[in-house]
């Protein structure tokens, strides 16, 4: 990214609403690129900053709590931020740019950053709320399903997506008798095919998780005490759980600035610089929608890079001159590891209006999503190897649909498009 002049704005006032890797990564940036600015964290979190990809492996007992955690109180102490733990916002004023926390005090800004991510979605059932049924989301959540699936026999996962398959991995890891409950046809339905989801179903089933689709869980039933005991699906079926993991999306935490001015649609509505359509507020993370000129629509991503990215440009955006604020490009990728073969997706595989997929053995294939003639995302099973070439061309927004047949080629690395291709900017 080219360098931006940046205004004087050493001793404003940064405030920072979410630390996780969005809002740590502004205030890291801001700590950087200033001297004597005021620079505050306020989250609603007990501890700072843990690392969220890791958090599966330490549901599944494969590493400690001390090794996904990331930051302690003296790197925010090292860099002069201000941390609030466990600390919710009640209300924000865009016209008075202040914000009252819940023990009544004001909080004055002269930049704001809204990192506050998302919620995992509870199950509007029956019972949803018995002891053992869990979300997956925070680092007390994945000490709960470890503790949870370390007394389990039988558990059963609701949600075919991404953190399904966190769950799934960890009911195998801990050797449970287990049921994925999947309400469309196949796993991760938006981005696979029945063909590349069967290869990720025959895995789960050699570890013990057996897939059941188009399937929807009525209640949970459980014992006189509130104990979880089974889940009920829609047509009647019985499936006996001591344990149940819930992940069915997630809903973007934009309830501070419900009474504000600000555009929320599924998140806060920022353009491509990240800014809101109110002075002075930014988004970055989950929370974020934000304009892709690309797709030519607003979309969401909040993987681990793309929140991390998001933030450091939102801080650099803050302090640059008000014509020089950079845009917003970036290719997110997300990676499997649970299985012996990887798994990686890329860009948004969903969003296609065309998709072309190819199977090259029996755990390898790749599906490509295609929009008005660009690649704008796709999956890979069995092999990474042509991932970074995808991402390039993906950022290029070329017009490549007409060589599909080169890009699903088993030997395809990008090496005949580099030359047209534009700078990257991702994972």
Request: glycine share 8%; aromatic share 8%.
């Amino acid at each position: 990214m080219t360098s931006q002049p940046f205004r004087d704005g050493t001793d404003a006032s940064y405030v920072v609403v979410g630390d996780g890797i969005a809002g740590s990564s502004a205030a890291a940036e801001l700590a950087d690129r200033t001297t004597d600015a005021s620079i505050t964290v306020v989250t609603g979190e007990s501890e700072p900053l843990y690392n969220r990809i890791l958090i599966k492996e330490f549901a599944k007992g494969a590493l400690s709590a001390d090794v996904v955690r990331m930051h302690d109180r003296s790197w925010y102490d090292d860099r002069d931020i201000d941390l609030r733990l466990g600390t919710r916002v009640e209300t924000v004023d865009t016209t008075a740019q202040v914000l009252e926390i819940e023990s009544g005090e004001s909080i004055a800004y002269d930049e704001l950053l809204v990192a506050t991510g998302s919620t995992p979605r509870p199950l509007p059932v029956e019972n949803a709320d018995a002891d053992g049924v869990t979300t997956f989301w925070t680092i007390e959540d994945a000490a709960q399903i470890r503790q949870n699936a370390a007394r389990a026999e039988h558990n059963v996962i609701v949600g075919g997506g991404l953190l399904g398959i966190d769950y799934a991995a960890i009911a195998a890891a801990q050797d449970i008798n287990s049921h994925y409950l999947i309400r469309e046809g196949h796993w991760f339905s938006g981005a696979l095919s029945e063909t590349g989801a069967e290869i990720v179903h025959e895995a789960l089933r050699e570890r013990g998780v057996t897939p059941v689709v188009e399937t929807e869980v009525s209640r949970f039933e459980t014992d006189d005490a509130g104990q979880l005991r089974a889940a009920i699906t829609s047509d009647g079926r019985r499936y006996e759980a001591d344990c149940a993991g819930v992940a069915i999306g997630t809903t973007p935490n934009t309830g501070l600035l419900e009474e504000t001015p600000v555009a929320l649609e599924d998140g806060v509505v920022v353009d491509e610089t990240l800014s809101a359509d109110v002075p002075s507020v930014w988004a970055a993370g989950d929370v974020a929608r934000y304009d892709d000129p690309r797709l030519g629509r607003h979309v969401s991503n909040g993987t681990w890079g793309s929140a991390a990215a998001q933030g450091e440009l939102a801080a650099r955006n803050m302090l640059a001159a008000p014509d020089a604020a950079a845009p917003f490009e970036y290719v997110p990728s997300y990676s499997v590891s649970h299985f012996e073969f990887p798994l990686a997706s890329f860009g948004h595989p969903r969003l296609g209006d065309t998709y072309h997929e190819r199977r090259y053995g029996d755990r390898e294939w790749r599906r490509l999503a295609f929009r008005d003639g660009q690649l704008v995302g796709g999956v890979l099973i069995g092999d990474r190897e042509p991932l970074q070439a995808y991402k390039q061309l993906t950022a290029s927004g070329r017009h490549v649909q007409q060589q599909v047949q080169q890009l699903l080629a088993p030997s395809f690395d990008g090496t005949d498009f580099e030359r047209q291709s534009s700078p990257l900017a991702s994972d």
